[in-house]
């Protein structure tokens, strides 16, 4: 094969890029101590040009998978040329080097974003983009030092590549990390907003405000990229789950449960001005916990079935990285936070009490996870032996936790800002808790099996609740001159959101009560009972496929009144290039009830090992997810971020008029 | 009091980063063997190069030796193999055994890395004989044994060079010695 010099001119780009991003980070800097506009307005160019240097570098990077070309160490791991050409392109972030890559394109993008976002004063997009700058120094640095994705095998080219993980080979997966990433890298903007303020001391309203729309559309990409991480777990891994308290998704919940706190704070802030040396700290903590997640994963500090290679020397650096970052925004926080103070009142009934509760609730929520990550790792530098904390812990306290939320969330929804009176609230919330209470305590736990189960009950009630306090919420915006169509975007995004995580809360509550797992030996032609659903086993074929070969069950599923209803296709595969085998499930899928089957062992020649799991309401787990994702973006194309007068408004804010 | 207040979230960090540090240093799968001073369980198994040959515990008890748990079909091995190598060029006996592997990919593997071991064992997929009593859950792993036929040391994992010159070698010197 000719040899093409593509990732030469990738590295090169890498380089120009690490260049770029230091103009980036320093000239600004210097410039606002030394008062030089002129120096201020190289941010932009420089963001415009570490953007287009790191797409350049990715898709060089693409195109070496691409073609195949294994000489590169990485290509060579992660890629093999049977490899259908989709799969292809998202090994580029199956692994370490190439998702990194992916991480540092996202956060250019991000920059390049906000770099063109109209209504901002010059001497703050110039702080911000240098905060971000420096954010992007470290990992480049990082990419440059210790992960190259361009290094070649030379002069000992392999013959073929040694194939991308076939857990990762998953249309799930080929989106799940950019959206993971966009969520993760996008509350890097948010923190430089806060940064930025805290560096300039100009600490009104207007921070919060700008930083809103960034907040929530990360949010709603971590949001969609948890739910499709979980979504892959179920389907992929064969085990019927769809959480694991595994370390990997804790580190991807922390920035969530913070993240969602920051998107409530920051509106208490905007509209009310209160709150804002919380508001700052959660960003700078969101932001941290999303860097905290990054080392978990790819330190090897702890075991997980999503870490990276165990590399201490990577480990060491990144550890120095995230030292430096959140340490010193943390200082800059300890130092320049104080002359904050606030000269607005509230009384102890008002929603900004309440939403900050709730955000207690969501950052307690959120050391617990920390905590029960990382008490492994604790207890083991301490000497008192290794352990794992299991699912119990995680479950014990968060659900309690997330009751208590719901419980505030819908209060607040119907409560005023700055005070509230008793007798009015009582008046918004009767009918609401009657129908919470009677239906959801008393009347529908009995409903799906004829027993009454507690959790179920807790459970059912709330999602009440949340849909009761929410429709009311709902009317009571209705009730302008304009009607229903009054009701604006970002109130109806937030309906959308409560309503989102009320089907998750509904989804969790019926599959962890009412779901049914079984181990079962199936023989060609005998049916076994589930759920009063008949499985049958009627074929087993082998076939190929173009890097694997498998054993393929045909199952028929027959429904309690005995009628056929699907014919399911379990596959067991074995990806011979990694000889690494894998379970493919077969899922009956339905808004009630999902019916999942999965190859186990080979018994004898007719008779397999299967598992079948009955999962009531599943679906809406994810379905949740999506909608509360739906209601973020809802929320940031309200009219106020982009209409005229907004921007005018804005102007008038920046120019210190209000 | 207030001022201190605002530090705390940083105090906490660092401490967080304490540990952090300290965990770098230290492996997560490496979990104490409970056979760690058990005698190596009785096994019959047959050799790679001559499959009626079988071999059983009482043949390769005797001196130190390692036993390296390694299959074609994992990755991890080739990465460790080099390593292997090495400690055999340097006097240590190390039996291989080939687990849940097929013979045919055993031998092209072998050919293409080169055969460090001085002997093979062969356990099949399925079958429950040493890898099973050792609770080997995976490959690579690799083993100690010392001249009595006692379980010295256990890796679950890739052995790295850090790993041969920093506890591999020394435990087989010390176990030499000990005779």
């Known amino acids: 094969m000719e040899v093409l010099y593509l990732p030469e001119f990738g590295q090169f780009a890498l380089i120009l890029a690490l260049a770029m991003a230091c103009v980036q980070a320093f000239l600004p800097l210097i410039g606002s101590f030394t008062r030089q506009p002129l120096w201020l307005a190289y941010a932009q160019p420089a963001a415009w040009a570490q953007f287009t240097l790191l797409a350049i570098s990715f898709v060089l990077l693409s195109l070496s998978f691409l073609f195949d070309d294994f000489s590169l160490a990485y290509t060579a791991a992660n890629s093999n040329s049977a490899l259908p050409w989709f799969y292809k392109l998202s090994a580029v972030w199956g692994a370490h080097e190439g998702s990194l890559l992916l991480w540092l394109l996202i956060l250019a993008g991000w920059t390049f974003a906000v770099s063109l976002s109209r209504g901002l004063p010059a001497e703050v997009l110039a702080r911000v983009l240098s905060v971000l700058g420096f954010v992007s120094v470290g990992m480049l640095l990082f990419v440059v030092f210790t992960s190259n994705p361009f290094d070649r095998i030379l002069p000992r080219i392999p013959v073929d590549g040694a194939d991308l993980n076939p857990l990762l080979q998953d249309p799930g997966l080929i989106f799940h990390p950019p959206l993971l990433y966009m969520g993760y890298v996008g509350f890097a903007v948010t923190f430089a907003f806060a940064l930025a303020a805290l560096w300039s001391g100009q600490l009104d309203s207007a921070w919060a405000r700008w930083s809103r729309p960034w907040t929530t559309s990360a949010w709603a990409f971590l949001t969609v990229g948890i739910a499709l991480g979980s979504w892959w777990a179920y389907y992929e891994l064969g085990w019927g789950g769809w959480w694991f308290w595994d370390p990997v998704e804790n580190a991807s919940l922390m920035p969530w449960l913070t993240g969602t706190a920051l998107m409530h704070s920051l509106a208490i802030t905007e509209k009310r001005g209160v709150f804002k040396s919380w508001t700052l700290l959660l960003a700078i903590f969101t932001f941290s916990l999303s860097l905290v997640g990054f080392f978990l994963v790819r330190s090897g500090v702890l075991n997980s079935v999503h870490a990276f290679a165990n590399d201490p020397e990577r480990g060491f650096f990144l550890l120095i990285l995230l030292a430096v970052t959140v340490g010193a925004s943390l200082l800059v926080y300890a130092l320049r936070v104080p002359n904050l103070k606030a000269r607005v009142s509230y009384s102890l009934l008002s929603k900004d009490v309440l939403l900050l509760a709730n955000n207690l609730i969501l950052v307690i929520a959120s050391i617990m996870v920390l905590l029960g990550t990382l008490y492994p790792l604790i207890l083991d530098a301490l000497g008192s032996g290794k352990i794992s904390v299991g699912p119990p812990y995680f479950n014990a306290l968060f659900v309690p936790l997330m009751l208590l939320l719901g419980v505030f969330m819908g209060l607040g929804l119907l409560t005023d800002w700055k005070q509230m009176q008793w007798q009015k609230l009582k008046k918004k919330i009767w009918l609401a808790g009657v129908i919470t209470l009677v239906l959801g305590f008393a009347v529908l736990p009995w409903v799906y099996d004829g027993e009454w189960h507690l959790y179920v009950a807790l459970g059912l009630t709330l999602v009440l609740w949340i849909f009761t306090t929410s429709f009311r919420d709902l009317w009571e915006a209705s009730r302008t001159k304009k009607g229903w169509l009054g009701i604006s975007r970002s109130r109806l995004g937030m309906f959308f959101g409560h309503i989102g995580a009320a089907l998750i809360v509904l989804g969790v509550t019926m599959v962890s009560n009412y779901g049914e797992e079984r181990d079962l030996r199936m023989q060609i032609d005998q049916p076994v009972e589930v759920k009063g659903y008949q499985f049958t086993l009627k074929k087993l074929i082998h076939r190929e496929g173009p890097n694997y070969i498998a054993d393929r069950a045909i199952v028929e599923v027959h429904n309690p009144k005995g009628r056929l209803i699907n014919t399911l296709t379990p596959e067991k595969r074995l990806y011979t290039v990694r000889g690494m085998p894998m379970t493919q499930v077969a899922i009956e899928w339905g808004f009630l009830k999902d019916i999942y089957v999965a190859m186990g062992e080979e018994l004898t020649a007719d008779a397999w090992a299967m598992r079948v799991h009955y999962k009531p309401f599943v679906r809406w787990l994810w379905l949740g997810a999506l909608i509360a994702a739906l209601g973020g973006v809802l929320a940031i194309t309200d009219r106020r971020y982009s209409s005229k007068k907004a921007q005018e408004q804005l102007t008038a804010i920046n120019k210190g008029g209000v | ?179």
């Open chain 2, 1 to 179: 009091m207030k001022r201190f207040l605002l530090f705390l979230p940083l105090i906490v960090f660092l401490l967080v980063g304490i540990f952090l540090y300290k965990g770098l240093s230290m492996d997560p799968s490496a979990r104490e063997s409970a056979l760690i001073g058990q005698p190596l369980p009785e096994f019959s198994l047959p050799r790679l190069t001559n499959p009626n040959l079988l071999v059983t515990r009482e043949d390769l008890i005797g001196e130190v030796f390692l036993l390296n748990v390694w299959g074609s079909w994992c990755p991890s091995c080739y990465d460790e193999h080099e390593e292997i190598v090495r400690m055999a060029q340097a006097g240590v006996p190390i039996v291989g055994l080939n687990y849940k592997d097929e013979p045919a990919k055993a031998f092209r593997y072998l050919s293409q890395l080169g055969n460090p071991y001085t002997q093979i064992l062969v356990e099949e997929d399925g079958l429950r004989e040493l890898a099973f009593n050792l609770g080997v859950y995976g490959a690579p792993e690799t083993f100690l044994i010392d001249s009595e036929g006692i379980v010295r040391y256990h890796l679950a994992g890739v052995i790295t060079p850090q790993l041969v010159d920093q506890v591999i070698m020394p435990e087989v010197q010390k176990w030499q010695k000990n005779r």
